[in-house]
């Protein structure tokens, strides 16, 4: 690959992402292709490992890759999962520009109360332990850890909430716009870490959806909406 061709700025974990899966379209790679070791792969974009290891993953998560270990294994491209097909037909795996970014956001902000309510009625004893131990960790990361890292907390409770619904279609849109939206943002500068409303939006949130608190949850989720955009939020509400 030319590396004279790879801006500075394409050295993003999300953004190399999207280089890979252009790669395995251009080229027309079948499933089961192997496209290299990360080790391999790291040093063919000029990029660090642990860089490599954050794009494999992402592309792990939307079902386009896949690792195997062992003398023969490596990174191979898989047959694209429903959440890439929902991605790619959505036009946002491929092409980020400032608008498409804007425009997600604004998705993901508008399907949550939905996610919530949905998340309210479907909460199993097992989703109810996950949702409690994405929270500790939350939590855990709010005070002293790195804003990078709140808000990988924050994404993967987020991403939980999402996966209970047993609408396949309405979950796929928000946990597949969501991880995308979330691996943008991490390639950005982050302000200051988040604030204590805001962690007791997302502890509301929780216990409303684990008493199957349909109300509740949506009340929260129509705050947490006010929180992230930066408007006010009303007092005493939730």
Not at 34 to 44: H, W, Y
Not at 46 to 54: C, F, K, P, Q, S
Not at 159 to 171: V, Y
Not at 190 to 208: K, R, S, Y
């Amino acid at each position: 690959m030319d590396q004279e061709g790879l801006q500075p700025q394409l050295r993003r974990s999300s953004q190399l992402a999207d280089l890979i899966v252009q790669r395995i379209l251009d080229q027309g790679l079948a499933v089961g292709t192997r496209l290299g070791t990360k080790q391999s792969l790291a040093e063919e974009y000029g990029v660090a490992v642990a860089t490599l290891t954050e794009a494999i993953r992402a592309l792990e998560e939307l079902g386009r890759v896949e690792t195997r270990t062992g003398r023969y294994g490596g990174v191979f491209v898989r047959e694209p999962s429903e959440v890439f097909r929902l991605a790619r037909g959505s036009s946002f795996v491929i092409h980020g520009d400032a608008s498409s970014f804007s425009e997600m956001l604004q998705v993901v902000d508008a399907l949550e109360p939905e996610i919530a309510q949905e998340a309210a009625l479907h909460c199993s004893p097992a989703d109810a332990r996950l949702l409690r131990e994405r929270l500790a960790r939350l939590e855990q990361a709010w005070t002293g850890a790195a804003a990078v890292e709140q808000q990988r907390r924050n994404w993967e409770l987020h991403l939980a909430i999402g996966a209970i619904t047993p609408n396949r279609t309405l979950s796929t849109l928000y946990t597949g716009m969501l991880q995308h939206v979330a691996n943008r943002l991490e390639d950005r500068e982050l302000g200051e870490g988040p604030n204590t409303v805001g962690l007791e939006i997302h502890q509301q949130l929780v216990e409303a959806i684990i008493a199957g608190d349909v109300a509740g949850a949506r009340e929260q989720a129509r705050r947490h909406r006010l929180l992230a955009t930066g408007e006010e939020l009303e007092d005493g509400a939730g």
